[in-house]
């Protein structure tokens, strides 16, 4: 089911796409391709908003796919092939957060295509888009599968070498408490990406071993003794660079362990980044207030600010290839 889920303030209209399959209903704006709402067996797993007005001015990239970059680029700045890009700042001043201030989360995706159970949207970033080189096509379909998942499948061209970097950005909250910070999680990483002052990856790849970041046995969110300054907003190293087809790379579980979401990607990374420091103005989903660690990201993506890690795995885009991302979020 199609409908008009409100009008931009430049005339341009937001579609809102329904789907449904088995226990999943799913809610697809064509703004940033947001999951608005995920339902599982009628209980909604994900934070967003009734209203558009709300994700103009209150929304923390709620189901949004991030892009052309996700995550931070230091500076704002990179060299390709020898040659120096200004990118648009938009966070603290100096570094690129997501894209830039209007990045693929804040435009309006073209509806190509949609059924009762999949909905495929195309985005076109025109050369010079947020100071990126080239024009840029995506093609994106999220599914909602028979064994009880949806799938995410994004390509992408350039017409000239570019970075691509795109991610799902849903806020996950398994059981609609008030925090996530008794659910259990896992993720697939012996290392992670320790950060600046800023959240911009330092360049070393740090064992997770004996860290607060070892979730590799399941571990609950809520900070333990000694913990209480520990900030999880980092990504993990799943691999050292982007997979054939998609692996096992985290599971959540929620408190009662009644619920439970795996997430599976061909991507190299995983951003967890868990929300200790949202307090959304606005009510959400079911009237819902939103205040700190009201939801987790779990965001599947190439490491942060490759484009100026020369020992990071390339997130360069080259006119003779095509990017590929397939991430899935299987519940039971
Ligand atoms: C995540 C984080 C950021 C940011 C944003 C809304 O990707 O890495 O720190 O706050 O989402």
């Known amino acids: 089911m199609i409908r008009e889920f409100g009008v931009l303030p430049d005339g341009e209209v937001v579609h809102e796409i329904s789907l449904r399959k088995g226990t999943l209903q799913a809610s697809v704006l064509t703004l940033g391709a947001i999951i608005r709402d995920l339902k599982v067996d009628g209980q909604t797993v994900v934070l967003g908003f009734e209203d558009l007005q709300s994700y103009l001015d209150h929304s923390p990239y709620f189901g949004a796919v991030a892009g052309r970059c996700a995550n931070r680029i ?25 894209g830039g201030a209007r990045g693929f989360s804040r435009r309006v995706w073209q509806l190509e295509q949609s059924d009762k159970a999949s909905v495929l949207l195309k985005l076109v970033s025109e050369d010079g888009d947020m100071g990126y080189p080239g024009r840029v096509e995506v093609l994106l379909r999220y599914t909602l ?15 000239r070498t570019t970075p691509v970097n795109l991610t799902q950005h849903s806020y ?7 925090t996530i910070l008794d ?18 990856p330092t360049g070393e790849v740090r064992k997770v071993a004996w860290t607060p970041y070892d979730f590799q046995d399941g571990r609950k969110l809520r900070r333990r003794a000694g913990e ?21 790379a985290a599971a959540l579980e929620d408190a009662a362990g009644d619920r439970r979401m795996e997430v599976w990607t061909t ?10 420091g949202i307090d959304v103005q606005a009510p959400g989903l079911e009237g819902k207030r939103y205040g700190p660690h009201a939801g987790l990201c779990l965001e599947a993506q190439r490491w942060p600010d490759s484009v100026n890690r ?23």
């Open 172 to 178: 996950f909250n398994l059981d609609g408490s008030a």
């Open 228 to 248: 209480e300054t520990v900030v999880f907003d980092h990504n993990f190293c799943l691999s050292d660079a982007p997979r054939e087809s998609v692996e096992f």
């Open 74 to 98: 230091a500076g704002a700045r990179m060299t390709i092939d020898g040659q120096e890009h200004q990118l648009d700042v938009n966070e603290r001043g100096r570094h690129q957060l997501h």
């Open 267 to 276: 991507e190299p990374g995983l951003q967890l980044f868990d929300a200790g």
């Open 310 to 332: 020369d020992g990071f795995t390339s997130v360069l885009l080259r006119p003779s290839e095509t990017y590929s991302h397939v991430t899935e979020f299987r519940f039971s």
């Open 145 to 159: 599968t028979g064994t009880g998942a949806l799938r995410m499948k994004i390509t992408a061209t350039a017409d």
């Open 183 to 200: 659910h259990t999680l896992e993720i697939a990483a012996d290392s992670y990406l320790p950060v600046d002052e800023d959240l911009i």
